[in-house]
């Protein structure tokens, strides 16, 4: 059972955000491609535009551990390594805040740095403590921080076996010594507890987490500790007779050590390894798996740890962790290489290369997001290719901010991986060989292995062999199968040699020289084959060896044309190929030939980088797809039906190049055909019918219900307003007419209804009540409540809610309706589901600026969801002059949860909200819509249609949009009334969510303007 510790100073913080319920289901973790680091240069002014420009998903940004609370407050911290642009704790923590801030504006997630263990102070001196020391002493912050967990900051250290503290003065930041924390002594954990809820509350989504080392510590936590561990694994006979050790209890250790030279290693010492490791994997889970996670669920969290060249038990701070351990909780993975591959030496075959490192990384982890510091500010292309090519995280790491050529080079490389995301989120390696790291030897502390490993992995890059990579405890019998050949270094009498004679005959070739690296991937959302191709070749400066230079000095030699015969997946035949690179602005098109189960190719000439992107196509019959009837108001470019239907027939998308949707259209009935219509071109070229009647599209002109699902899109088109401002599109009318099809045929199919249900509540409610009455599927809604959010957040499951208030723009009837959506799908969350809403009101005009003085709502709920817009028509103190029309909508629900919605046409033109919980905390965000084709987020709501019409069950409840049809009715007769409060018996209606938000992935190109 795995044990879980909970220390005292848990209490001293109420949960941030509402009540986490413990246990509850944490969101899938981010998955992501493309990163950025920065440890300096991240004040300059156009940081932020640089971040757009590059499209990174993940700025690893801003420090927030011991460097910050070491150095912020003192005139050393502007220097190595954290480079703060102001001083002060609470002036720099400020500015990081709005770091934050605008990177979230950006849809990207900043990751903050936090160092664990390294100190930088004097505990004494003539003028007082200094560094980390004077913050304990003179600037600890209980208000924010809580009660410091002891009185002196020095029984928080690790202490040499006299008792003296561990200190060092390597890199004498302002002429101090470095100390270090120790995560075995629970009193430092409670300080990094502190610290992560600061950082947390400062709007970081997560942590790249340093400095995890141990030294010899013989603090009495370490002692007693490293005691436990031993017996916990040896019994008292073996522990004298390998140890030495007559009773534990009693015995002093000479050494507790960490990393040491393997080549005189001794089983104590790599116990005592071990029980470093293992130690600090335990501080790490309860300070930021479970203490960090329960202030935010969606926590993002990595370890960033040193490989080296395989630098085992000298180096390595996982080598001998467990396979059970060793990525557990972390959501990417971050290894340095240090200087082993920051250079080339290409006279002696030596690339400078992370391709072993990144392909056990990627075996070890069980294919997490992973990414490799290579500390390389020359090799900006082939760093960031050979992360992509091997399913990996690029990073843009040393790459100079202010190098306009290394910027450069960036925003084209990134924007290339951007570009072809669905070729790389998510994809999984295709190999036809496996090769085993030997972590049981390692571990026993016989590194030949390990070695052996080494040449033969080098051997089989040589050979351009596809390839993956596992730890041998890892490697089932079940694993092993798919491969067909397994590359063992535990056997001696396997050599580079020996594996050149032993490689299989049926394999994929590539004439591809010696400086060129070959993989291949499996997109998760396309049936194609990815073969990656990284060159290292370049001009050296001298004889290579040189790490040093800037991008100038990268001088990429191109790659001449060569053959590739790469073996097909068993049932796929090909249907196209195409070649890809960051330095060409179009796909090319490769002549192929297919023989005996394998696709011959050219491969063009190219610089760093190349991609051949085989499109597969299934042998025999189709798989058939649910056949989909669309009825729809009218049918042109942009309108809700072009932006849902078009992709049943043109991808994801809108451009064929995305995922195809598991649904098929085969008729199309429009209600009006504007001269801009667009759905009989479509008809043409895709073959689905053109049905005059409702009927004839959903029998498909047999007499009988044809179809599998229905798409129901009433809306645009020329029709009347209802007397409150509605526009009344036939909704009814398309349902009824759908509905006795389904009578006349004794069968129904499930029916998705755009946006609200009707627009006035006695249809809707008809709509509802007539699909439970038939035991229809149905669901219905805005695409508000899918969409991306800014940063991404949500509604705690089962948290008390007090308030929400959110803004949004016109018109009124159409816009507003989405609003009302993303806020019910926010409030649904909240203890005890949905309970149904008492009474309405809406406020215009003037009296929307006294609620704002008599904070009729909460007005700094107003603030901070104000705070999360982009695109701001006004200043904040210019409201009531830039907007002439305000309005407010006002909801009371049965709980007391009050929802106030701001309509600001002049100064607002997105949506954003912000809620508070019963605790007082809060949280915002913007709900980010595509605005531009291929308008994305109207996808994530055709995943949800997809979903009840493949499984028959509706993926979110009907009666979130019923509830808010109902809402925007009875808001739309309090306008027309002069205001009066409504009360809505009616929708005082309870029901479960049985849906939370998913964050969908970095929003693909908008089209340019002149393509819309």
């Known amino acids: 059972m795995r044990r879980i510790y909970f220390f005292g100073f848990l209490c001293f913080f109420p949960q941030a955000g509402g009540d986490f319920v413990q246990g509850q289901e944490r969101p899938a973790p981010f998955s992501f491609t493309r990163l950025t680091a920065h440890w300096a240069d991240y004040s300059a002014e156009d940081y932020l535009k640089h971040l757009g420009e590059v499209k990174t998903e993940v700025a690893q940004v801003g420090f927030w551990g011991a460097h910050f609370w070491s150095l912020a407050a003192t005139p050393h911290g502007k220097g190595y390594p954290a480079h703060f642009p102001v001083e002060g704790h609470r002036e720099c923590s400020q500015w990081l805040e709005n770091l934050n801030r605008g990177i979230h504006k950006l849809g990207i997630k900043p990751i903050g740095h936090f160092n664990v263990m390294f100190l930088v102070g004097d505990p004494e001196t003539p003028e007082g403590p200094r560094g980390f ?24 250290l690790e202490r040499n076996r006299d008792g003296s503290l561990i200190s060092n003065k390597g890199y004498s930041i302002g002429g101090m010594k470095e100390y270090w924390g120790c995560l075995r002594n629970p009193h430092w954990r409670a300080v990094l507890k502190a610290w992560v809820r600061f950082a947390i509350r400062r709007g970081v989504d997560g942590f790249v987490i340093n400095y995890y080392y141990r030294h010899d510590c013989h603090c009495s936590h370490c002692v007693s500790g490293f005691k436990s561990h031993l ?58 798996v479970r203490f960090g996670r329960g202030l935010k669920p969606d926590l993002l969290l990595a370890q960033w740890n040193h490989i080296g060249d395989f630098s085992q038990i000298d180096g390595d701070e996982k080598c001998m962790l467990p396979g059970e351990l060793w990525s557990s909780d972390e959501d990417y993975l971050w290894y340095s290489l240090g200087g082993s591959a920051n250079f080339t030496r290409l006279k002696d075959g030596f690339l400078g290369e992370g391709t072993l490192q ?59 991986l951007h570009q072809y995301d669905n070729l790389y989120r998510d994809n999984t390696s295709h190999a036809e060989a496996l090769l085993l790291f030997p972590r049981g030897a390692v571990h026993a502390g016989n590194l030949a292995p390990r070695d052996r490993f080494r040449k033969l992995g080098r051997k089989l890059l040589d050979e351009h062999v596809l390839f993956d990579i596992l730890p041998d405890d890892m490697a089932s019998a079940e694993a092993r199968k798919k491969y067909s050949l397994i590359v063992d270094p535990n056997d001696k009498s396997v050599s580079p040699e020996t594996l050149t004679k032993a490689l299989p005959r049926e394999r994929s070739r590539f004439d591809a020289p010696a400086t060129v690296r070959v993989s291949a991937s499996r997109p998760a959302l396309l049936d194609e084959l990815t073969v990656h191709f990284v060159n290292y070749n370049r001009t050296e400066r001298g004889d290579g060896g040189n790490p040093g230079g800037t991008i100038k000095d990268e001088k990429p030699i191109a790659v001449k044309e060569f053959g590739a015969k790469v073996r097909l997946p068993g049932g796929f035949t090909v249907s196209r190929v195409e070649f890809l690179t960051p330095e060409a602005d179009k796909p090319v098109a490769l002549q192929h030939k297919i023989s005996s189960g394998s696709l011959s190719i050219r491969i063009p000439s190219f610089s760093a980088y190349g991609v051949a992107r085989i499109r597969l196509q299934k042998k025999g019959p189709p798989k058939l797809r649910p056949k989909i009837a669309a009825i729809v108001t009218e049918y042109r470019h942009n309108s809700h039906a072009d932006i849902i239907v078009s992709r049943l027939l043109q991808t994801y998308t809108l451009d064929g190049n995305g995922r195809t949707s598991p649904l098929e259209l085969v008729s199309l009935y429009t209600d009006q055909v504007p001269g801009t219509d667009t759905s009989r071109s479509l008809a043409k070229t895709h073959g689905f019918r053109l049905s005059p009647t409702i009927e004839d599209a959903l029998t498909l002109g047999t007499g009988k219900l044809a179809v599998d699902g229905v798409l129901l899109i009433g809306e645009h088109g020329k029709y009347p ?26 069968r129904v199919v499930p029916v998705f209804v755009d946006k ?16 439970a009455e038939l035991k229809i599927p149905i669901m219905a809604g805005s695409s508000l409540p899918t969409t991306w959010r800014r940063p991404a957040a949500d509604v705690r499951r089962g948290a008390k809610l007090k308030e929400i208030v959110a803004i949004t723009y016109g018109s009124t009837d159409a816009y507003g309706f989405h609003a009302l959506e993303f806020c019910q799908a926010l409030a649904e969350q909240r203890r005890g589901g949905e309970t149904g809403i008492r009474a309405v009101q809406m406020l215009t005009g003037k009296a929307v600026w006294e609620a704002f003085e008599k904070k009729l709502f909460d007005v700094e709920l107003f603030d901070q969801a104000w705070e999360r ?6 200043p904040r103190d210019k409201l009531a002059e830039r907007v002439p029309a305000p309005l407010l909508f006002r909801l009371e629900y049965v709980d007391g949860l009050r929802v106030n919605l701001l309509e600001l046409n002049g100064a607002a033109a997105e949506w ?4 508070r919980y019963a605790d007082d905390s809060t949280q915002s965000s913007l709900f980010w819509t595509q605005e531009g084709r291929p308008g994305m987020h109207f996808t994530w709501l055709l995943n949800g249609i997809e979903e009840m019409i493949l499984t028959g069950k509706p993926a979110w409840t009907a009666e979130r949009t019923l509830l808010t049809s109902g809402a925007l009715d009875a808001l739309l007769i309090s306008r027309k009334e002069g205001q009066r409060l409504v009360k809505t018996p009616y929708l005082e209606r309870q029901y479960q969510p049985g849906w939370s938000w998913k964050e969908p992935p970095f929003p693909p190109p908008m089209r340019p303007w002149s393509e819309q």
């Open 721 to 746: 307003r209802s007397p409150t401002g509605n526009v009344q599109y036939p909704k009814r009318r398309f349902w009824d007419e759908t509905v006795a099809v389904f009578r006349t045929s004794e």
């Open 756 to 771: 609200h249900l009707s627009d006035n509540w006695k249809d809707a409610l008809h709509l509802y009540d007539s699909a």
């Open 133 to 156: 020391f004077k913050f304990y002493n003179d600037q600890w912050d209980e208000a924010e921080l809580g009660p410091k967990p002891v009185k002196d900051p020095t029984d928080l």
């Open 358 to 416: 990144a392909r056990y990384i990627r075996g070890a982890s069980g294919d997490k997001t992973y990414t490799l510091g290579k500390y390389e500010s020359v090799r900006t292309r082939v760093s960031i290719a050979e992360l992509a090519a091997n399913g990996g995280a690029s990073m843009g790491f040393y790459t100079r901010l202010k190098d306009p050529e290394a910027r450069k080079v960036i925003t084209s490389y990134y924007g290339f």
């Open 869 to 874: 817009l982009i695109m701001k028509q006004a």
């Open 912 to 915: 954003s909200g912000a809620w």
């Open 231 to 288: 017996s916990g694994r040896y019994g008292k006979e073996d522990l004298s007779k390998l140890f030495g050790i007559a009773d534990l209890g009693k015995h002093t250790f000479d050494e507790i050590g960490a990393w040491h030279s393997p080549k005189s290693s001794t089983l104590l010492q790599r116990e005592a390894l071990r029980f470093s490791q293992v130690s600090n994997k335990q501080a790490f889970d309860e300070v930021f």
